[in-house]
């Protein structure tokens, strides 16, 4: 039974690049949550998608992020012209209910140059 | 406001327990949750505990939990060098989206 699968597991971009980091769920899973978490800091929730819809994207920057969760194929969280600043590893974590656990995969560790 | 606290660090000897503390602010939280994370790693689900509990054991783990002051915190028995690592608390935040609120972490380190 695999868990929660994210790749890459590191990636580099230069300055104005993009970065697509991909999510699969846990089977069974139709819940996905993105969580940045910055070097030496806890976890920061950023977007809440179910299948083709964003939930609460409270937690995301409101430019040059977005996140979605299409009917096929994983949820992805792309960033347009990365910045120093976005360096940090980005957790997904799926669960099967609204209210249920959610189990997370190894994270992406994104390094911007 | 949504803040989750915890020591940043512990250090313990090799057979010795260990407890790690947290507080959380949301009194509506229904689950609590401990996460352990190891170097350049995942975070691995360790236990949670239900808000309507005040203590749940699992093998080597116990959590206490005090909703009065809102504080949680997870004793590891005969804590062994495996057991280092970063352990982070998580509340359930209910109104609107179910997202958790993580602590800072506290880095646990077991001396031999």
């Known amino acids: 039974n695999a868990g929660v699968m994210q790749n890459p597991r590191h990636l580099v971009r230069r300055r104005g690049q993009e970065a697509r980091l991909r999510c699969s769920p846990m089977?069974?899973?139709?819940?996905v949550y993105w969580y940045r978490q910055l070097p030496e800091e806890g976890l920061k929730f950023m977007v809440y998608l179910q299948k083709e819809n964003i939930i609460d994207e409270s937690g995301m920057p409101k430019e040059r992020f977005s996140a979605e969760f299409p009917k096929e194929g994983p949820s992805i969280l792309r960033i347009q012209q990365v910045v120093r600043g976005d360096s940090a590893a980005y957790f997904c974590?799926?669960?099967?209910?609204?209210?249920?656990?959610?189990?997370f995969g190894p994270g992406t560790r994104l390094l911007v140059l | 406001g949504e803040d989750v606290e915890q020591s940043l660090f512990l250090s313990v000897r090799e057979g010795d327990s260990s407890v790690i503390n947290c507080t959380y602010t949301?009194?509506?939280?229904?689950?609590l949750y401990w996460y352990k994370q190891e170097p350049g790693a995942g975070l691995q689900l360790l236990t949670y505990i239900f808000s309507n509990m005040d203590m749940k054991q699992d093998q080597r783990l116990t959590v206490l939990l005090n909703k009065k002051d809102k504080h949680l915190s997870l004793r590891i028995a005969d804590t062994q060098t495996g057991d280092s690592a970063i352990y982070f608390c998580?509340?359930?935040?209910?109104?609107?989206?179910?997202?958790?609120?993580f602590g800072t972490g506290t880095r646990l380190k077991v001396l031999a």
């Open positions: 974590a799926s669960s099967r209910g609204r209210e249920e656990t959610q189990y």
């Open positions: 998580a509340e359930t935040i209910t109104s609107g989206t179910y997202k958790y609120i």
């Open positions: 089977k069974g899973h139709s819940h």
């Open positions: 949301d009194s509506s939280s229904t689950y």
